[in-house]
């Protein structure tokens, strides 16, 4: 920027108080005169413009950035409590906040975006600035004086205010009023889980979060919407000062979130009290009926697509998950445990209230099916309490899966791999198919090419046997099938553009670039995507697999364990036949060591709070500590609890001594 440049935003932000001096404009001048209150808000207004000025000729532009939205939020404050006199005098320094708004940006810093306030009605402000009844008198009509609005405190992005409206605008008809590929927005809460993939907001890190990423490459929104410059600064920005939330229930929807509450003569729904919201029970044992088996099922079958995995849920109704359904939808809740009759949802689909459901032409529920969920409301409408963060789809596949033989598994998954290569865009009538031990094999490639996978795959999963038990992984015919409750799937992609199609279409995500092979699993779905055509030899396709088929072997050991810790053994068996120089084992290690140095305890790791490329190395590097010589028989003790049906973190504990948690921060202090 030109020394001229620089001049004038120090001139447009401090205005004619200047970085030197303290002179008013004529138009400031001439202002009427203002109250003490306003005349404060005036010189605390000046007095960040100054500052911003200052900072900006200095060459600090994040600074001069931040000072600069101080003031516009003690602005905003300004204008909602104070008069339409206040507002006039005013208008000079909201102009020069906009004009610097823009040189800032041309610096290339992130800055909120700023819109001058409407101009306050006398009527609406009179409460406002009405002041307090002198000392010892009585006057019901008096207005307590406000909260300084002016501190050092009020700066920064707000989620509540800045970030949910443009949530809500750009991503709302596929995320918050449905769960496109599983995530959802609707709630802060569930923003900040992410999808089944993983967390999308690394807070303190928009390079690693994949919300930035996804809008910088125009792979979201989709539909035509876009995110202007304005916005994905606002987010970012958002994100580089913690992500916060600022509300009052992260559990509360963003469309809520977005109402205009600014005007104070508008009463604010939420000073309103509302009737309690209608929770779960917990099952006492002498309930006839059972939530997860008998009516989960029922529920995804009649209510998928316009209330479970809905684009936009009917009548305000999801209910993809417990809390959903409990909250109900535009008319309030459908459930009243202990009134099932009562309950809204029996009604609808008995049809005595309204039109009856499902709607869209579908048969109605059988007499049998509306009784027996008018009977679990009756009972108390009661839920394990281990299944209630669960989503009503994977409920009802425990549920199946419980039930279900290996082979029933392994033909269900067939089913799945038709549907999936269907979505990708592959013809299934084209595909080859291949059969071993552990896998049923999938792809558009010849079935030679299958037989080396199939062949490379079984290998890898031998491989595991430094993290698992060898008797287990050598096993054959049934008792291998049985290995994965069911044979896994292998999806064989020729090309990487086919790799990257099926991820887009069928996981609605986007991989990185240098990814050929990746795993999944939800205890139905089994399956490793990976890219190998007839030009690949073995070792390249070896390499390959090695990551994933170890790590889907270790998440298959139990529903409750965790990503990481399955993603980490992966890697080490990966690495564990695998020869490195001097010059990559070093640049490993510094890499580990920047790592190691971004974290301040473990809370971070598992919270998510980490680049996913420095989250997948610590992994790695941890995972890599449970098998030295002291702490192998340990880690074997969770193995064997794990498939013994333990719960992980209770599994760690019988093995470490300790929690993962506490695991870590030793680890942690060992490293650094």
């Not at 009427?32 to 404060?40: G, I, K």
Request: charged content about 20%; aromatic content about 6%.
């Amino acid at each position: 920027m030109s020394t001229a440049q620089t001049a004038t935003i120090g001139c447009l932000v401090a205005g004619a108080l200047c970085v030197c001096g303290t002179t008013t404009t004529a138009a400031e001048s001439d202002a009427p005169r203002l109250d003490t209150r306003s005349r404060q808000a005036m010189t605390a207004i000046s007095v960040s413009m100054r500052k911003a000025g200052e900072q900006f000729n200095a060459g600090r532009f994040e600074d001069s950035a931040r000072s600069l939205e101080r003031a516009m939020n003690q602005v905003e404050v300004a204008v909602r409590a104070g008069s339409p006199e206040l507002y006039d005098a005013l208008l000079p320094k909201m102009q020069r906040i906009v004009d610097a708004r823009v040189l800032i940006e041309l610096e290339g810093i992130s800055i909120s975006p700023f819109q001058p306030p409407p101009r306050p009605e006398n009527q609406s402000v009179a409460a406002n600035t009405a002041m307090p009844a002198a000392t010892g008198t009585s006057n019901a009509n008096t207005v307590p004086p406000t909260v300084n609005p002016f501190s050092t405190e009020n700066t920064g992005v707000s989620f509540v205010k800045n970030v949910a409206p443009i949530l809500v605008s750009k991503c709302g008809g596929c995320h918050i009023r449905g769960s496109r590929g599983g995530f959802s927005l609707a709630t802060f809460a569930e923003l900040m889980k992410g999808p089944p993939e993983g967390v999308v907001i690394f807070a303190g890190d928009t390079i690693g979060s994949r919300l930035i990423e996804t809008i910088k490459t125009g792979d979201m929104p989709r539909g035509g919407g876009k995110v202007s410059p304005i916005e994905l600064a606002t987010l970012e920005r958002w994100i580089n000062e913690g992500a916060k939330f600022d509300g009052e229930d992260a559990s509360v929807q963003l469309t809520s979130l977005t109402a205009d509450t600014n005007d104070p003569g508008t009463p604010n729904p939420a000073s309103t009290p509302a009737a309690p919201m209608p929770r779960a029970g917990t099952p006492t044992g002498k309930e006839t009926v059972d939530f997860a088996s008998q009516i989960a099922p029922v529920l995804v079958a009649n209510c998928t697509g316009c209330h479970i995995n809905a684009m936009q849920a009917r009548g305000g109704l999801q209910m993809d998950n417990l809390a959903r359904l409990f909250r109900g939808g535009d008319t309030g809740p459908v459930i009243q445990p202990g009134r099932g009759e009562a309950s809204l949802l029996v009604k609808k689909l008995r049809g005595t209230e309204g039109a009856r459901m499902p709607a869209g032409g579908r048969p109605p529920l059988k007499d049998e099916e509306i009784a027996l969920i008018s009977q679990w409301i009756e009972e108390g409408a009661t839920v394990a309490t281990n299944l209630r963060e669960e989503s009503l789809t994977a409920m009802t596949q425990k549920a199946w899966l419980a039930a279900a033989t290996d082979a029933e598994v392994t033909a269900r998954r067939a089913e799945l791999a038709m549907r999936d290569f269907s979505l990708a865009g592959g013809k299934t009538d084209k595909l080859s198919h291949h059969q071993s031990d552990h896998f049923s094999l999938w792809g558009d490639v010849p079935e030679s090419t299958l037989t080396i996978v199939a062949n490379q795959a079984e290998a890898a999963l031998q491989k595991a046997s430094i993290i698992l038990p060898a008797k287990e992984l050598a096993a054959g015919g049934a008792a291998a099938e049985a290995f994965f409750n069911g044979r896994a799937s292998i999806y064989v992609m020729p090309r990487r553009y086919d790799y990257s199609e099926f991820a887009q279409m069928v996981e609605r995500r986007s991989l990185p670039s240098d990814w050929e092979s990746h795993w999944s699993y939800n205890g139905l779905e089994a399956y490793v995507a990976v890219v190998a055509s007839a030009g690949d030899d073995e070792e390249t396709i070896a390499s390959r697999l090695a990551a994933p088929v170890a790590s889907l072997a270790v998440r298959s050991r139990g529903d409750t364990v965790p990503r990481w810790f399955a993603d980490g053994l992966g890697k080490v068996v990966a690495a564990s036949d695998t020869k490195r120089d001097r010059a990559e084992l070093a640049r490993m290690q510094s890499e580990l060591v920047t790592a190691v140095g971004s974290l301040k305890s473990g809370k971070d790791f598992f919270a998510g709070r980490l680049a996913p490329e420095r989250a997948d190395l610590l992994s790695a590097a941890v995972c890599e500590s449970f098998l030295t010589r002291q702490r192998k028989r340990g880690f074997d003790t969770i193995i064997r609890h794990l498939r013994d049906g333990k719960k992980f973190d209770d599994a760690f504990l019988s093995g470490m001594g300790v929690t993962p948690t506490a695991y870590f921060d030793a680890w942690l202090q060992w490293v650094k």
